[in-house]
């Protein structure tokens, strides 16, 4: 039985696809930068942390070169080419449930959420603060809601449980709060084998795991060109498994890649598909998905400007990368600097959000995020959200056929008419933009409801959601597994 409240209900929006407008960089760029890209993997090549990758890399035909327990691996081009062409495609990211399920084909547009920040703007008392488990829980719980947000991130740090296990605690929280397809970062070998095994435990078994494999694992190569041993060994888990490797390189770009744009692009290239060649070279047809969350060094402040516009532009152009091979994209890009959700969120994220979905990237990340994505706040995921459904029908574009052109319509009123009573006002009612959250009363009633602004509104809604909104359970017994599962783990590492 519903929830009764007196709070205001909220109508949910169709989610939409896309089609591709625009790119910050030509096909004939695309095409140097992959060139350049190819040189850099066959000349300079990639540090690899763990001596087992290197050894599957020289059995098929890399260059290596072994410096006690790290190898230096460079890759001719073919290696690489014959990696893009095996990769799994097209990619379902499946939910726990099918209605959630969302195939990324090119250009299909969405959002989801930011992920592993250590910090909220807590709900009830506005004040920041350190996250916490059940945090976890219920962010995640809002984004199962939210239909702009077609999969979800793990949003937190569990600060209340110890580093070795809070990978293990971050996915029972997103499990439990969402029907979504999850990404989540597993801090080593160990830790990845365990969120299988829970995974497979909460649709029911391995089997059904790997039919609809609902899991998505973060792995980071470490820039400048290094594949560390724990990102080798969690790619190599995730592909045996046949669960997703998301690999996502955050280069920054006058600290950790080059001051130039485009000269970081290719070094982001070239850091996601060494780590793509080792999935395919583990196993044909492995799962990987092309992330970023890579942007410019403020040489001036010494921050990551996650707001700024040359992260749109990378964005962008990374897009292009990854189209270009067909792969499915997961690009941070709709954060903010800000430390509130002020204007400056709103100027940031939605250039950045606009330029992201304008370039066709598939996962558009970063909804909730303030303060170079160290903190979360749901005003600020639901307004992104809003922000979001006004995107769709922009991309969509303007339909234009006999009906909608209304020459008779104009006709039958003629000069001095009115159309608000004709039937097609009527039927077409149901399309107009219309805010939760961003204002249309006028003045006199702004001010005579309590002149709330629009995230007074968002946190109002947010509330709401978590009141009322039901999430899909996982099969029977899976959450009671699943806690002796960690506990035993935890038992085992003496925690």
Same mark, same amino acid.
Request: glycine share 6%; charged share 25%; with cysteine.
């Given at each position: 039985?519903?929830?009764?409240?007196?709070?205001?209900?909220?109508?949910?929006?169709?989610?939409?696809?896309?089609?591709?407008?625009?790119?910050?960089?030509?096909?004939?760029?695309?095409?140097?930068?992959?060139?350049?890209?190819?040189?850099?993997?066959?000349?300079?090549?990639?540090?690899?942390?763990?001596?087992?990758?290197?050894?599957?890399?020289?059995?098929?035909?890399?260059?290596?070169?072994?410096?006690?327990?790290?190898?230096?691996?460079?890759?001719?081009?073919?290696?690489?080419?014959?990696?893009?062409?095996?990769?799994?495609?097209?990619?379902?990211?499946?939910?726990?449930?099918?209605?959630?399920?969302?195939?990324?084909?090119?250009?299909?547009?969405?959002?989801?959420?930011?992920?592993?920040?250590?910090?909220?703007?807590?709900?009830?008392?506005?004040?920041?603060?350190?996250?916490?488990?059940?945090?976890?829980?219920?962010?995640?719980?809002?984004?199962?809601?939210?239909?702009?947000?077609?999969?979800?991130?793990?949003?937190?740090?569990?600060?209340?449980?110890?580093?070795?296990?809070?990978?293990?605690?971050?996915?029972?929280?997103?499990?439990?709060?969402?029907?979504?397809?999850?990404?989540?970062?597993?801090?080593?070998?160990?830790?990845?084998?365990?969120?299988?095994?829970?995974?497979?435990?909460?649709?029911?078994?391995?089997?059904?795991?790997?039919?609809?494999?609902?899991?998505?694992?973060?792995?980071?190569?470490?820039?400048?060109?290094?594949?560390?041993?724990?990102?080798?060994?969690?790619?190599?888990?995730?592909?045996?498994?046949?669960?997703?490797?998301?690999?996502?390189?955050?280069?920054?770009?006058?600290?950790?890649?080059?001051? #130039? $744009? *485009?000269?970081?692009?290719? /070094?982001?290239?070239?850091?996601?598909?060494?780590? !793509?060649?080792?999935? &395919?070279?583990?196993?044909?047809?492995?799962?990987?998905?092309?992330?970023?969350?890579?942007?410019?060094?403020?040489?001036?402040?010494?921050?990551?400007?996650?707001?700024?516009?040359?992260?749109?532009?990378?964005?962008?152009?990374?897009?292009?990368?990854?189209?270009?091979?067909?792969?499915?994209?997961?690009?941070?890009?709709?954060?903010?600097?800000?430390?509130?959700?002020?204007?400056?969120?709103?100027?940031?994220?939605?250039?950045?959000?606009?330029?992201?979905?304008?370039?066709?990237?598939?996962?558009?990340?970063?909804?909730?995020?303030?303060?170079?994505?160290?903190?979360?706040?749901?005003?600020?995921?639901?307004?992104?959200?809003?922000?979001?459904?006004?995107?769709?029908?922009?991309?969509?574009?303007?339909?234009?056929?006999?009906? #909608? $052109? *209304?020459?008779?319509?104009? /006709?039958?009123?003629?000069?001095?008419?009115?159309? !608000?009573?004709?039937? &097609?006002?009527?039927?077409?009612?149901?399309?107009?933009?219309?805010?939760?959250?961003?204002?249309?009363?006028?003045?006199?009633?702004?001010?005579?409801?309590?002149?709330?602004?629009?995230?007074?509104?968002?946190?109002?809604?947010?509330?709401?959601?978590?009141?009322?909104?039901?999430?899909?359970?996982?099969?029977?017994?899976?959450?009671?597994?699943?806690?002796?599962?960690?506990?035993?783990?935890?038992?085992?590492?003496?925690?």
């Amino acid at each position: 039985m519903k929830k009764k409240t007196n709070k205001r209900e909220y109508i949910k929006k169709p989610s939409y696809k896309s089609v591709l407008r625009a790119s910050v960089i030509t096909d004939d760029d695309a095409e140097q930068i992959h060139l350049a890209t190819l040189k850099v993997l066959n000349d300079t090549g990639v540090q690899v942390g763990s001596l087992e990758a290197a050894k599957l890399f020289e059995e098929n035909g890399a260059t290596v070169e072994y410096r006690g327990d790290i190898a230096i691996v460079k890759m001719p081009p073919y290696m690489v080419e014959e990696a893009i062409k095996t990769a799994a495609r097209p990619l379902t990211f499946y939910g726990r449930v099918p209605e959630k399920d969302f195939t990324a084909y090119k250009h299909s547009v969405s959002l989801t959420n930011f992920g592993e920040t250590v910090s909220i703007i807590d709900l009830e008392s506005k004040e920041h603060r350190d996250s916490t488990k059940l945090d976890n829980y219920e962010f995640v719980k809002v984004c199962d809601y939210l239909d702009e947000i077609t999969v979800v991130d793990r949003p937190f740090v569990c600060t209340d449980y110890p580093s070795s296990v809070q990978a293990l605690h971050n996915l029972q929280a997103c499990m439990e709060g969402t029907s979504k397809s999850i990404f989540i970062g597993a801090a080593n070998k160990d830790n990845c084998i365990r969120m299988i095994d829970m995974a497979a435990v909460a649709v029911g078994g391995m089997d059904v795991l790997k039919a609809r494999p609902f899991l998505n694992i973060w792995v980071c190569p470490t820039s400048p060109l290094e594949i560390a041993k724990e990102c080798c060994e969690i790619s190599t888990e995730c592909a045996k498994a046949g669960v997703t490797t998301a690999c996502i390189s955050m280069a920054m770009a006058g600290a950790t890649s080059p001051v #130039t $744009l *485009a000269g970081t692009v290719v /070094q982001h290239n070239a850091e996601v598909l060494s780590v !793509l060649v080792l999935t &395919q070279l583990v196993k044909k047809g492995a799962r990987f998905i092309y992330c970023s969350m890579s942007t410019l060094m403020d040489l001036k402040t010494a921050q990551g400007a996650c707001g700024a516009y040359e992260q749109a532009m990378l964005t962008s152009a990374l897009s292009k990368m990854a189209q270009r091979y067909d792969l499915p994209t997961y690009m941070g890009c709709a954060l903010s600097d800000s430390k509130v959700p002020d204007a400056q969120v709103g100027y940031e994220a939605t250039r950045n959000m606009m330029t992201a979905a304008i370039g066709g990237v598939n996962f558009i990340e970063g909804a909730g995020a303030l303060e170079f994505g160290l903190t979360m706040d749901y005003a600020k995921l639901v307004m992104d959200c809003e922000v979001m459904a006004g995107i769709y029908p922009m991309l969509k574009g303007m339909e234009v056929n006999e009906e #909608t $052109l *209304a020459v008779e319509l104009m /006709q039958k009123v003629g000069p001095t008419g009115e159309f !608000l009573t004709q039937k &097609q006002t009527t039927a077409y009612m149901s399309t107009q933009s219309k805010g939760d959250c961003f204002d249309r009363r006028t003045r006199g009633r702004w001010t005579s409801e309590g002149c709330d602004n629009a995230a007074d509104k968002a946190y109002a809604k947010a509330k709401w959601i978590l009141e009322n909104h039901q999430v899909a359970p996982m099969v029977p017994g899976a959450k009671e597994q699943i806690e002796e599962m960690i506990k035993g783990y935890e038992k085992e590492l003496g925690v």
